[in-house]
């Protein structure tokens, strides 16, 4: 956490440059000021820890009213801050940006896990920001959805590059398997029936559907089911799945759905930093 955070305070004194010019050339140097953050629509909280890991590390002094994970209403209070009029203003964007981006993922991620009704899990994948995927990752689980991978060293995951690399699934598996250690698991993702079996038959943990459409998922389940190969994997769908059609994978006998659109694509919860 240590580390993620140095690299958000990076990013504060990036934003910064030399200087503010706009807060310095009107604000007195030892003007002290009470602040809040406060919310302008519901939704899911979260970032909130990590603001106020900021707002310490430039000596603002922060009171957290409503707490990651929490569902919030319009108007809410999020926070109190005070401290150097100076700091705060300077630092403000960069601290809501992250809170706002935050609490936009999370909230997504608890609508979409509400509208399938918790039948199967809702998962984020690496289609992160460059710098924030700690965080996003963490706002996943705050609406209540699955990380997925942090990173490349979470687990095994063979995509089709890999294979049009190696040559073919069952190769694929064999070099992951002699490699890796029997504590990481093992996912291939695969775009065919046929190579869902030959994943399942060579002892995967999880196969990865990609990009198939509702029905074409159907026919692998079924055909793993007829093969008596569904109860070794657990079968994960992704690509192109949205708030639109999301519940036409949930119903169909997968154990996950990941979905990229809650991290590339979500809209942050507006929220403000307003002078009390």
């Known amino acids: 956490m240590m580390h993620d955070l140095s690299e958000i305070i990076k ?12 807060t310095n050339a009107l604000i007195d140097p030892d003007f002290l000021i009470k602040a809040r953050i406060i919310t302008r629509e519901d939704g899911i909280l979260s970032g909130v820890d990590l603001a106020s890991s900021i707002f310490k590390e430039f000596s603002i002094k922060s009171t957290i009213r409503k707490f990651d994970g929490e569902y919030v209403g319009a108007d809410d209070v999020v926070m109190d801050i005070e401290g150097n009029a100076r700091t705060i203003l300077t630092v403000e964007r960069t601290v809501l940006n992250i809170i706002m981006r935050m609490s936009g993922i999370a909230t997504i991620t608890y ?35 699955d990380t997925h991978r ?27 398997k002699e490699y890796v250690s029997f504590t990481k698991k093992i996912e291939i993702e695969v775009e065919s029936t046929k190579d869902a079996l ?64 809650i991290t590339h694509s979500v809209r942050s919860l507006d929220m403000s930093l307003e002078i009390i």
């Open 198 to 261: 030959e994943a399942a038959i060579h002892g995967v943990d999880i196969v990865m559907l990609d990009n198939m459409n509702p029905n074409e998922v159907k026919n692998v389940v079924h055909a793993l089911e007829n093969k008596n190969l569904r109860d070794k994997i657990l079968i994960e769908v992704s690509g192109g799945i949205n708030p639109d059609n999301i519940l036409d994978y949930a119903d169909i006998g997968v154990d996950i759905i990941s979905t990229g659109y």
């Open 150 to 176: 942090f990173r490349l060293d979470d687990c095994v995951l063979i995509k089709d590059n890999h294979i049009a690399i190696v040559g073919n699934v069952k190769t694929a598996i064999e070099k992951a």
């Open 111 to 145: 609508n979409l896990i509400k509208k399938v009704d918790n039948r199967v899990i809702v998962a984020g994948t690496r289609k992160t920001t460059p710098g924030l995927q700690f965080f996003e990752k963490e706002a996943i689980r705050m609406g209540g959805g």
């Open 11 to 22: 990013m504060v004194y990036h934003d910064i440059g030399f200087e503010d010019l706009t």
